[in-house]
């Protein structure tokens, strides 16, 4: 995908209906789209990066479109969200605006006001928003790919590293499974072995600093996988 080109992250787990969304966006208006057919999905792809909008199906497998953008704003993430969705009753489209959607487009759609509406929203939104992520002290810039202790000193991380970090911070507070965090970071067309989370776990302490002084913890869940656990949250 060109730097220069606005980037678009589809989410929505109709397969026809995405590919055909993907073609249009592509062929028709000139933008990047990547891809995402769940919840968890989603926040992988923007734990890894930054997008001009979300266009956002609200009935998802693994959860529903409203509550993942008003978690997003709730985390301080400003890309603007298009709600798609058959549901188009008037509660269900104030529903969208309240969680922190900028539109509403209604099933089936007509792929010119698509297109108008996606390119008022990338207009409207300007340059890639800022995503910082910050966590018992540490901040973490999305875009930069850059940790800073509380001290402001920079924390080497390899790209996997630095998505399950992202990933365990937007997931703060939530058992996860070994198989879900496996999906998120490493991407279901991979194998790799379960215990290999414990290692880049293990790791990942060890190059926060982490000590049971700590404002935070990578907590082990028996049984299941991790949670990270803040303190005072």
């Known amino acids: 995908m060109n730097s220069t080109t606005p980037a678009i992250l589809l989410v929505e787990d109709d397969l026809n209906l995405r590919l055909a969304l993907r073609d249009n966006l592509e062929n028709q208006g000139g933008y990047g789209v990547e ?95 800022v995503q910082v992520l910050r966590f018992a002290g540490y901040r973490m810039d999305l875009d930069r790919r850059k940790v800073e202790t509380p001290e402001g000193k920079t924390v080497e991380l390899t790209r996997t590293e630095f998505d399950l970090l992202a990933f365990f911070v937007r997931e703060r507070e939530r058992a996860l499974r070994r198989d879900e965090i496996l999906d998120a970071v490493w991407g279901r067309d991979v194998v790799v072995d379960p215990h290999t989370v414990d290692n880049f776990v293990s790791s990942l302490k060890r190059k926060l600093g982490w000590n049971s002084a700590s404002r935070f913890a990578l907590q082990t869940v028996r049984g299941v996988g991790y949670r990270m656990e803040l303190e005072g949250s």
């Open 35 to 129: 891809e995402a057919t769940t919840v968890a999905e989603a926040r992988a792809h923007l734990a890894r990066r930054t997008f001009q909008l979300i266009l956002l199906d609200v009935m998802l497998p693994d959860g529903d479109g409203y509550t993942l953008c008003r978690t997003l704003r709730q985390e301080g993430v400003t890309t603007p969200v298009l709600m798609l969705t058959a549901r188009t009753l008037e509660d269900d489209v104030v529903r969208g605006f309240e969680a922190g959607a900028q539109d509403y487009l209604g099933k089936p759609y007509r792929l010119r006001e698509l297109l108008a509406r996606v390119g008022a929203l990338v207009r409207r939104g300007g340059g890639v928003p």
